[in-house]
């Protein structure tokens, strides 16, 4: 006998899986729905592993649902269309992010801002509209609403570009909403991960100037000879950061380790923005002084709608942004997963799906 997940739809599919807060990944039988009027089916090619997948799994965010099938940065090629899809046909290169579904109906999602969606389904972990539970990218073929899937242009790299539907979208869109997307501007960028190497990449692309903000100088000939940053500043340098002091037009911080804003205020011009896009668990402390002596803002911002992802991808592939990335085999993934934690990765791991992950005889 299989278990609900393996016969509550027609399609078996094969994964790995998290079975309870350990977070330990192993092989996992389950099944997909068969291709509705507007479903696009595709086999999965690669899939990123993000930091979002290592807090679910081990229930870091007191909310996950076990089995979980983690993966929202997934690419592949498409293998079925529903009979009333428009925008894609078998064979094309897509991809899939962090979500799999949305109201439609709502002012968000009328303004092409399906992330800020109240009913916004996320890609595993989830309970889909049929009411079974979402299952991700870590799995041999993925079945979304055509809305919901990305088309990859051509001239970019599958593996490469994965890590852009969670982590490049992530950076790109606050770069585009609050404005700090202009030439000649300064941005800071907080954290040299996942997330802060592609945004290098984005803001360097837009023409804006980056200095990348650290605690340690570990990374900073990287930063700038191999990402192009134009500066690095270490956080715990006091002289450092006072000669930087006020000339910033906004920061992007992708920490989500619990640190201090007030510095980072003090990088900022007047009228200057720092974005929060990493999560810290607990409150963060938010000086009002100093921000209201220059009429600073704190802000936040979570992926991005489907447009605006689709705009992210196309930008990338006319400047060749792409994420540095390690391709692993699905059996290394628990080791992966480790060394994510300690942040030892050059910056995304990248899972070889198509060529790794093989089906249990069962
Ligand atoms: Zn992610
Ligand atoms: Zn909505």
Redo the contacts with the bound molecule.
Sequence with gaps: MGSVAEQEHPKKAFGWAARDSSGVLSPFNFSRRATGEKDVTFKVLYCGI????LHKIRNEWKNSKYPIVPG??IVGEVTEVGSKVEKFKVGDKVGVG?MVGSCRSCDNCANNLENYCPKMLLTYGSTYLDGTITYGGYSDFMVADEHFVIRIPDNLPLDASAPLL??GI?VYSPLRYYGLDKPGMHVGVVGLGGLGHVAVKFAKAMGVKVTVISTSPNKKNEAIERLGADAFLVSRNQDEMQAAKGTMDGIIDTVSAPHPVLPLIGLIKSNGKIVLVGAPEKPVELPVFPLIGGRKMVGGSMIGGIKETQEMIDFAAKHKIMADIEVIAVDYVNTAMERLEKADVRYRFVIDIAKTMKPSTS
């Excluded at 993000?50 to 997948?53: F, I, N, P, Q």
């Design positions: 993000c930091h979002t997948d929202h940065e962090c969670c982590a992530t």
